[in-house]
């Protein structure tokens, strides 16, 4: 990289308020996502574990919206990808790995839900089922409560472009804009939904959905 090139990466991430500590801390959680990825991928090959599911490629999205939220007070409603995102708000390796053990003292779920349904009382992650995008209508639970409760959190949730297809997410995201709940959708597009690529799956653009339900859209 050229000294120029150097110079305006720091510049940016200044700009956007971030301290060297805070892009430090989000690489760091990146790095972690990543390597935990791998080891749980050699591990269900070795057959030592039942079942993974892979975030690669994914954890720059997932952690940004971490450092997004208000980790002290905010709820979350994350996918099964989400290892970086659970990182990130506080999940440790050891409480992943006691989940891919399928053990007891694993806080998602005591060992009894498939690995990636993520769920922590303490840092306020809330429990997900398998059915696809689920989470959605239950985040907007959340944020339903926040509004009637005038309480400050907002809640957050994740899904795959393949999942926005489907009934809950639109039936969600309508129920948020009519009442105007404090909820951030984030769709982590990776183009495909196991082996469907996206131009089977849609024609038009996942962000355009947030107008048509009267809220502001980000990509
Ligand atoms: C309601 C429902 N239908 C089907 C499935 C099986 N299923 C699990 S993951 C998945 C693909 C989801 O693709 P996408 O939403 O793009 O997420 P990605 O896995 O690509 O992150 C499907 C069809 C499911 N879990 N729930
Ligand atoms: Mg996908």
Not at 2 to 16: I, N
Not at 109 to 114: D, K
Not at 148 to 168: C, L, P
Request: net charge neutral; proline share 4%; with cysteine.
């Amino acid at each position: 990289m050229s000294s120029q090139g150097t110079a305006d990466a720091v510049h940016r991430h200044q700009q956007l308020g971030l301290s060297d500590g805070e892009v430090l801390d989000m690489y760091k959680y990146m790095l972690l996502a990543r390597k935990f990825d791998e080891r749980c991928l050699l591990l269900q090959r070795a057959g030592k574990i039942n079942f993974h599911v892979s975030g690669v490629g994914q954890e720059a999205a997932q952690v940004g919206a971490a450092f997004g939220l208000d980790r002290d007070h905010d709820y979350y409603l994350p996918y099964y990808r989400d290892y970086g995102f659970v990182l990130a708000v506080g999940m440790t390796p050891r409480e992943l790995m006691l989940s891919a053990f399928a053990k007891a003292e694993d806080p998602n779920s005591g060992g009894r839900q498939m690995p990636g349904h993520f769920g922590h009382k303490k840092l306020r992650i809330v429990t997900g089922s398998s059915p696809v995008t689920t989470q959605v209508p239950h985040a907007v639970g959340f944020a339903l409560a926040a509004k009637m409760k005038k309480q400050e959190f907002v809640s957050f949730v994740t899904f795959g472009e393949g999942s926005s297809n489907q009934g809950d997410f639109h039936e969600g995201a309508n129920f948020a804009g009519v009442h105007k709940l404090p909820v951030i959708i984030m769709c982590e597009n990776n183009q495909y939904a196991i082996s469907v690529p996206i131009h089977k799956q849609l024609s038009g653009k996942i962000s355009d959905r947030a107008q048509g339900y009267g809220f502001p859209d980000y990509v």
